[in-house]
């Protein structure tokens, strides 16, 4: 059995982590949050010590580890995507190894630094890519992998996923804090797309608004038209007319890829990967993060080129702001 710290537990996605946790025969002993509302750790570890000070969860793991000999063996990571390379520095420098949601920094020139921390310390630090692990995803890379070796694809990407004018006020909706919304909902698949296809060869911007952003990746096997949003306006009438509030659609060639089942076990898959030393590290991380920054620092040059049909949408004002 396996000790583990949770930094972030009042979050929508730490829930499946400490389940993850659960279910592979580990144990949370200590988890942090500024935030209060953590009673789902009842119902997985109900005797698991809570702080909302990390100077008190600091202190409190160092007593663990001087007064009664008990060493962190992991750090799950799921705070705001700005303190991702913080708290997965405190992990390595406790003798832990770091478990972190995506992305896994901002930056592309943290990847290097925290490659030096974990040379320095001997530990490791692993992302989770959920994707890559749901069998409908490993199918199609198989499949790709097989394929003709000169062949391009044409793939549509679009994500589609409704947030209110809560957004805005939180973290996410701060583009230093988030990385913005190729970042914040897009990155995990940027990162299936790049594992499937390969190494980017061009990375075009064409609409990059706060509610929205898209452009065309060309990558070494596929050339993608994607667009993201958090506008339900931009919402196909017909999953508006089944009360649906989220839309995901990925073609290749013309063709539905079907993925959308098969995610409530992905992050228990993910943590055996890692317990077993098969998962996910930085040098896997990192072409997403590059991708991602490059659209969040990029140009966006309008309708030009091959761009997304939905690129067309009309535009919406900023919920805060008057025009």
Known sequence: MKNFALI?????????????????????????????????????????????????FDRHISKLKYDKNINLDYVSICTPNYLHDAHIRFALRQGADAICEKPLVLNPWSVDSLKNIQKETGKKIYNILQLRVHQSIIDLKKKIDDGPKDKIYDVDLTYLTSRGNWYYTSWKGDESKSGGIATNIGVHFF?????????????????????????????????VRWFLSINDE?????????????????????????????????????????LNGNGYGIE??????????????????????????????????????KK
Do not use: C
């Open 234 to 274: 931009v919402l196909p009438k017909e999953v508006v007319e089944k009360g649906q509030r989220t839309y995901r659609s990925i073609t290749i060639e013309g063709e539905e890829l079907e993925f959308s089942g098969g995610f409530t076990d992905l992050h228990t898959t993910s943590y055996k990967e890692i």
């Open 284 to 321: 896997d991380a990192a072409q997403a993060i590059d991708i991602v920054y490059d659209i969040r620092n990029s140009e966006a040059i309008g309708l030009k080129g091959e761009y997304h049909p939905f690129a067309k949408k009309a535009l919406a004002i900023h919920p805060f702001r």
């Open 8 to 56: 972030g537990a009042a979050g929508y996605i730490a829930p499946r982590h400490m389940k993850a946790i659960k279910e592979t025969g580990n144990d949370l002993i200590a988890g942090l949050d500024n935030f209060d509302s953590v009673g789902v750790i009842d119902s997985y570890f109900p005797n698991a010590d809570f702080f909302v000070e990390f100077e008190r």
């Open 191 to 223: 990162d299936m797309l790049s594992w499937i296809f390969g190494g980017v060869k061009q990375n075009i911007t064409h609409i990059y608004e706060h509610d929205r952003a898209s452009g065309y990746l060309e990558l070494e096997r596929a050339r």
